[in-house]
């Protein structure tokens, strides 16, 4: 096992052991994740890790918050909230994960799917962190719709929150059902028809 380089820092020492350890649990699930994959994919030392997450279960969680919310903040919830019109900006990013993503992309499945699936029923604190990524994407995708309907792209009768929580559900869906059969093209279609809800939504004209 080598020692990590001399002039890595602190922050970039966590930040692999932190990917490192995303990947793993993705490929593994948390449960089965191995420390001493994660040493070996790294080049660290088991001292150098515990530094930093002194336990498994503190870096299963920093990947939860870390890795999986921070990358849905970037791509996702961000641009929503900062968007002139962010019922575009939504309908944009479901049209790029039909068109970009490929067979590889769900040989793992959805990363934030698995572990809802795996550690929700049997572990609170993963239970309660994971819940609050879901509570946001609802959030942020609830303000889109209301936001919509005071542009007039979407119908005041809809139900904003309730028609959130459809949407969140329906997405992570969409993952299962694609994972499970290992096809992107299964995803195009779920995704599809869950971007024509969206434009369903629409006032009449």
Request: glycine share 4%.
């Amino acid at each position: 096992m080598h020692s990590p380089a001399p002039n890595m820092t602190p922050d970039l020492t966590r930040e692999k052991i932190l990917h490192a350890a995303a990947a793993e649990i993705h490929r593994q699930g948390f449960q089965a994740a191995s420390i001493a994959h994660i040493l070996a994919s790294t080049g660290l030392t088991k001292g150098a890790l515990y530094h930093h997450f002194p336990s498994k279960q503190v870096l299963g969680l920093a990947v939860v918050d870390e890795v999986i919310r921070s990358g849905l903040e970037e791509r996702l919830f961000t641009p929503l909230r900062e968007a002139n019109d962010p019922l575009d900006t939504l309908l944009a990013y479901m049209d790029r994960r039909i068109r970009d993503l490929t067979d590889d992309a769900f040989e793992l499945g959805c990363l934030l799917n698995n572990l809802v699936q795996e550690m929700s029923p049997v572990n609170e604190a993963f239970k309660t962190q994971l819940d609050q990524i879901l509570q946001t994407w609802q959030s942020v995708i609830e303000q889109t719709l209301i936001t919509g309907q005071a542009q007039n792209r979407i119908r005041q009768e809809v139900d904003c929150e309730a028609t959130a929580m459809f949407i969140v559900s329906a997405w992570e869906g969409c993952w299962g059902m694609a994972k499970n059969r290992q096809s992107a093209q299964t995803f195009r279609l779920c995704m599809a028809q869950l971007r024509q809800f969206v434009l369903s939504l629409a006032p009449a004209t």
